[in-house]
């Protein structure tokens, strides 16, 4: 099989392979930085988690989320360290976002998206 380094190639099987035409690890998955891995449809698995006002958040919960409540920045600081290993997605109230623009700019390995106002 031949591999243009250039292209995302994938084996019969649908697994993605580095250029050298072979699978990132011994199952066939491909490895992210972190070493999380996606599921056999290359989708991601991992907890998505809500940081903000209570008022704001809560909801959220019923979809699964992991919500960690925090009225203030020092409790929204907390609440950013204290997120699960295996987290993949924050959702931030616009107040946690101001809070949290440093910590947030330097994360690798985690989508954050803020709610509109």
Do not use: N
Not at 60 to 74: K, Q, R, S, W, Y
Not at 78 to 94: C, E
């Amino acid at each position: 099989m031949s591999i243009d380094p250039g292209a995302e190639s994938a084996d019969p099987d649908g697994d993605t392979l580095d250029p050298d035409g072979e699978s990132a690890d011994p199952d066939g998955d491909t490895l992210d930085p972190d070493g999380k891995t996606p599921d056999r449809r290359g989708t991601w698995s991992g907890s998505v988690v809500v940081i903000g006002e209570a008022v704001r958040s809560a909801g959220f919960a019923l979809a699964g989320a992991t919500v960690l409540p925090a009225e203030d920045g020092d409790t929204m600081r907390r609440a950013w360290a204290a997120r699960p290993d295996d987290t993949v997605v924050v959702v931030l109230t616009p107040k946690a976002a101001e809070v949290l623009a440093q910590d947030v700019a330097i994360a690798d390995g985690v989508l954050t998206v803020v709610m509109p106002p």
